[in-house]
């Protein structure tokens, strides 16, 4: 049995709605798309999110939003800038897109956001990406909303990544129908909704916004098993919900014990996820977790290489874990 810690999905199944919408919608995969389950998948967004279904629009995963702003970014030969450490994967995809990425340094131990610092960085050519909940880090880096509109304000587009938004509770999308036109909320049914498998995602922007991008995709480009999951996940939030609150008290178990029974520290979370402080490389101890059939993440960044981040797991996933990252600890010779 390999144990997964390291791509941050749920341990747990979609809801049981799931099934069933993929058996009714399986009658018309025969066709690129099918209008009336979109317009019904936007409604239901909508409806969750109290924003406009104009201001809205479903992508088939996160990733792809965060790649098809890159695009944007390239057309317009804007500056892109995001914090480090951040979502790793963010590289990658500015690299596929050639952009440049340029980064401002959250402060360590805790990584938090230098607001000051940020501001002046940013100009009206800087398109502004920042993940809140942060990913890697699992903590919050955005609570005050006269900070997002003062960005707002000296950006060209602020993209906030929440794709932890339902274990974090924090929100900016509100902004995007008042003061902030020019800000881009991403969220994912990858992480509470159990959907990782199904990629999707939406986002929430201005009209404007969600037409130029739109602009800069493939037609049909949403699979219509992905559609059909993700409204039937809309139509269970009590089972989202139940998620939510086991992860919860599974990651706040593991934490207290890493740190009780370990003696390692462990940054407060508002993730599905924790952030773990080792005395040593995060790689060798990936590795050697690896060799045990644990998954987790580690870095090559400097500033985080003596970290090691994993998902929330199963109790029983979560027990395997700690024991065994407990041996290789205590089986590693002083120098």
Do not use: Q, W
């Not at 902030?180 to 922007?205: E, P, W």
């Not at 800069?216 to 139940?242: C, E, G, N, Q, T």
């Amino acid at each position: 049995m390999v144990i997964r810690l390291h791509l941050n999905e749920v341990p747990f199944p979609p809801s049981p709605l799931v099934g069933e919408y993929l058996r009714e919608y399986s009658k018309v995969i025969n066709r690129y798309s099918y209008e009336e389950l979109m317009h019904e998948l936007l409604n239901e967004v909508s409806k969750y999110t109290g924003i406009d279904e104009n201001n809205l629009s479903i992508y088939p995963s996160s990733s792809e939003i965060l790649i098809t702003a890159l695009k944007y970014v390239a057309k317009r030969n804007l500056r892109f800038l995001m914090m480090r450490p951040s979502f790793h994967a963010v590289y990658e995809f500015a690299e596929l897109e050639n952009v440049k990425v340029y980064t401002s340094n959250l402060n360590p131990p805790e990584f938090v956001l230098d607001s000051d610092k940020l501001l002046n960085t940013i100009d009206s050519r800087t398109v502004l990406y920042i993940s809140n909940p942060n990913n890697p880090t699992s903590n919050i880096l955005l609570r005050d909303k006269g900070l997002i509109e003062e960005l707002c304000r000296h950006v060209h587009m602020l993209i906030l990544d929440e794709a932890y938004y339902e274990f974090s509770g924090i929100t900016f999308i509100d902004l995007i129908e008042t003061s902030c036109n020019n800000l881009i909320i991403v969220r994912t049914f990858s992480k509470a909704f159990a959907l990782a498998g199904a990629r999707i995602g939406y986002l929430a922007s201005s009209r404007e916004i969600v037409e130029k991008l739109n602009k800069l995709r493939p037609l049909f480009d949403v699979p219509i098993p992905s559609m059909a999951a993700a409204l039937a996940a809309l139509h269970d939030l009590s089972y989202m919900r139940k998620i939510v609150n086991n992860v919860k008290k599974l990651r706040d178990k593991l934490a207290k014990d890493i740190k009780g029974h370990i003696g390692l520290n462990v940054l407060p979370s508002a993730t599905n996820f924790l952030f773990i402080k080792l005395p040593l490389s995060g790689e060798y101890i990936a590795k050697k977790l690896k060799e045990r059939n644990i998954l987790t993440m580690y870095f090559k960044d400097p500033i985080i290489r003596n970290y090691l981040r994993a998902s929330i797991g199963t109790e029983n996933e979560n027990k395997i874990f700690i024991e065994e990252l407990k041996r290789i600890l205590e089986n590693i010779k002083p120098s």
